[in-house]
């Protein structure tokens, strides 16, 4: 599996941004990876929140992020990022970068299986 490190969270207000990055590592090529990016509140499932393919042609939104979070990747830095515009205090959470070999769907499916191995995260908090 495929190491990841999430970084960038912090407090900002209502309106504002903030870009998160995830660093990858491992032997199997980041750019065989579909890689997405989900959060946790307490008490509360984790939640997809976008995706990107391999190549990075194609993007996932939920749709509480839809138009206003966008997930660009760049494979040769095996980084991946979310940046978040016109944050809202329900964006407040913990944001988990994960990644997988088999496509969208598994990966989408994650947060529902025992064998991932999840990172720290990053915690995001949005002031009202």
């Known amino acids: 599996q495929v190491q990841l490190g999430e970084s960038g969270g912090g407090l900002v207000q209502a309106g504002g941004s903030l870009r998160l990055s995830c660093a990858a590592s491992g032997p199997t090529s980041f750019s065989n990876y579909v890689v997405g990016w989900f959060r946790q509140v307490p008490n509360k499932e984790r939640e997809f929140v976008a995706a990107?393919?391999?190549?990075?042609?194609?993007?996932y939104y939920a749709d509480s992020v839809q138009g206003r979070f966008t997930i660009p990747r760049d494979n040769v830095k095996s980084m991946a990022y979310l940046q978040m515009d016109s944050l809202r205090p329900e964006d407040t959470a913990i944001y988990y970068c994960a990644a997988d070999l088999a496509g969208l769907t598994r990966l989408k499916s994650l947060p529902s299986r025992d064998d991932y191995n999840w990172g720290q995260g990053t915690q995001v908090t949005v002031s009202a």
């Open positions: 990107i393919s391999r190549g990075g042609g194609n993007t």
